[in-house]
């Protein structure tokens, strides 16, 4: 079993950053991949940023250049960083991995960005 959970959430305003943390714990040991997605109001949730086995990421187009997934082994945790915030990142945002093939959700934190 996995256990994911995520902090890092809250209200800002634009143009500003935040760093979400995503800590994993249990059966991690064969991870395939990890990724943030979010769910706007309105919308279905969607791929931000994803890491694969080997190192590759990659972004969704509305957030290159602005946020950075990374992971850190020895904790067991996964970030997203997030800058020149945009009221339309508004939402709530999920990590997700994917452990011999089975994908595991964390309970969300949420984004607020104000204009």
């Known amino acids: 079993q996995v256990q994911l959970v995520e902090s890092g959430g809250g209200l800002v305003q634009a143009g500003g950053s935040l760093r979400l943390s995503c800590a994993a714990s249990?059966?991690?040991?064969?991870?395939?991949?990890m990724g943030w997605y979010r769910q706007s109001p309105g919308k279905q949730r969607e791929l931000v940023a994803g890491?694969?086995?080997?190192?590759?990421?990659r972004y969704a187009d509305s957030v290159k250049g602005r946020f950075t997934i990374s992971r850190d082994n020895a904790k067991n945790t996964l970030y997203l960083q997030m800058n020149s915030l945009k009221p339309e990142d508004t939402g709530v945002y999920y990590c997700?991995?994917?452990?011999?093939?089975?994908?595991?959700w964390g309970q969300g934190t949420p984004v607020t960005v104000s204009s």
């Open positions: 890491i694969i086995i080997g190192g590759a990421t």
């Open positions: 249990g059966s991690i040991n064969s991870i395939n991949g």
């Open positions: 997700k991995l994917t452990v011999l093939g089975r994908e595991y």
